[in-house]
C-alpha cells in the first residue's frame, strides 16, 4: 500500500550535522504520523522521533533531544530528520516509519533503512 524509501545517509564526523529524509509513494493518503527508528549493531531497533500530521505533536528520545528535529512536509509526503551535534553513539541504520493513527508511536509502513556513522 505504502513504501517509504530513507536517503541522506552517510559518514560524518563528531560534532557535525545530517538531515535524512525519506519519502512516500503509493496510497499515501493513508499516513497520518510519521517517525525514525535506529539500530545499532547488536541492538534493538530503538524509536528516535515522531511526528503527527500537523507537526503540533512530536517525540523524541531522550538521547537525541536538543540535538534532532524530525519534521515533515505532507505536500512532498515527506518527513525529515535533522541529525546536530552528532556523536559516535547515533551510529545506526535509520529506518523511516509511517502510522495510519494519529497515535504516535504506531506504525503499519517500514522503509528499508539509512546507515548513519559518525567517526572521529
Known amino acids: 500500500q505504502v513504501q517509504l524509501v530513507e536517503s541522506g545517509g552517510g559518514l560524518v564526523q563528531v560534532g557535525g550535522s545530517l538531515r535524512l529524509s525519506c519519502a512516500a509513494s503509493?496510497?499515501?493518503?493513508?499516513?497520518?504520523?510519521m517517525g525514525w527508528f535506529r539500530q545499532a549493531p547488536g541492538k534493538e531497533r530503538e524509536s528516535v522521533a515522531a511526528v503527527s500530521w500537523s507537526g503540533s505533536s512530536t517525540y523524541y528520545t531522550d538521547s537525541v533531544k536538543g540535538r534532532f528535529g524530525i519534521s515533515r512536509d505532507n505536500a512532498k509526503k515527506a518527513v525529515y530528520l535533522q541529525m546536530n551535534s552528532l556523536k559516535p553513539e547515533d551510529t545506526a541504520v535509520y529506518y523511516c516509519?509511517?502510522?495510519?493513527?494519529?497515535?504516535?508511536?504506531?506504525?503499519?509502513?517500514w522503509g528499508q533503512g539509512t546507515q548513519v556513522t559518525v567517526s572521529s
Open positions: 516509519a509511517a502510522g495510519r493513527t494519529a497515535t504516535l508511536g504506531e506504525y503499519n509502513y
Open positions: 503509493g496510497r499515501t493518503l493513508s499516513i497520518y504520523t
